[in-house]
T-cell receptor
Framework: AQSVAQPEDQVNVAEGNPLTVKCTYS??????LFWYVQYPNRGLQFLLK??????LVKGSYGFEAEFNKSQTSFHLKKPSALVSDSALYFC????????????FGAGTRLFVKA | GEEVAQTPKHLVRGEGQKAKLYCAPI?????VFWYQQVLKNEFKFLIS????????ETGMPKERFSAKCLPNSPCSLEIQATKLEDSAVYFC?????????????FGPGTRLTVL
């Protein structure tokens, strides 16, 4: 079965500093990995996805993610954090059974301090 | 439209009452997914549709939950005889197709509170 793990409940970073939100995955075949962000009282917004190709995937709002097959990781990164980046971040993998539903990690809350 | 629309934003029901939630997928998207987000942010898949046909209903508690996607109408998720544990945010998502690589775009959710 496919799964993702987000080892940190919360990440704190100062504005202007680089940020990393960690995700590891477990899949039986090719990994199709996604990052979503959830702002308070709003739905999930798609940030980026890894399908194949370059290990560094660039997404929305200046975010990028690094796919590492040997470490089975897909960490979300941003070179310079903004206070407005404070939100809940979800790593996700597409299920490989017939329905292709999305399987989410537990979420990591990012706090960016001014 | 360019966004998944969900109504209502908030819904409050007494235990045992019926709740009905609606979702309009992005125009041109053939697949609709329903997810339930409970305490501690956990997402649970409920059901998916390909146009008006159920695609995967392995997550649905069938005794009280039902869902439909009819042509030219918003999709709906209905809970008969709500229970306290049904309190959650219900998200709808749509995708153009159902490949493993296709992005699912999510609506803003409906927060259901069962008292």
């Amino acid at each position: 079965a496919q799964s993702v793990a987000q080892p940190e409940d919360q990440v704190n970073v100062a504005e202007g500093n680089p940020l990393t939100v960690k995700c590891t995955y477990s899949v039986s075949g090719n990994p199709y990995l996604f990052w979503y962000v959830q702002y308070p009282n709003r739905g999930l917004q798609f940030l980026l996805k890894y399908i194949t190709g370059d290990n560094l995937v660039k997404g929305s709002y200046g975010f990028e993610a690094e796919f590492n097959k040997s470490q089975t990781s897909f960490h979300l990164k941003k070179p310079s954090a903004l206070v407005s980046d404070s939100a809940l971040y979800f790593c996700a993998v597409r299920d490989d059974t017939g329905g292709f539903k999305t399987i989410f990690g537990a979420g990591t809350r990012l706090f960016v301090k001014a | 439209g360019e966004e998944v629309a969900q109504t209502p934003k908030h819904l409050v029901r007494g235990e045992g009452q019926k709740a009905k939630l609606y979702c309009a997928p992005i125009k041109g998207h053939s697949y609709v997914f329903w997810y339930q987000q409970v305490l501690k942010n956990e997402f649970k898949f409920l059901i998916s549709f390909q146009n008006e046909n159920v695609f995967d209903e392995t997550g649905m508690p069938k005794e009280r939950f039902s869902a439909k996607c009819l042509p030219n109408s918003p999709c709906s998720l209905e809970i008969q005889a709500t229970k306290l544990e049904d309190s959650a945010v219900y998200f709808c998502a749509s995708s153009q197709s159902n490949g493993r690589t296709d992005t699912q775009y999510f609506g803003p959710g409906t927060r259901l509170t069962v008292l």
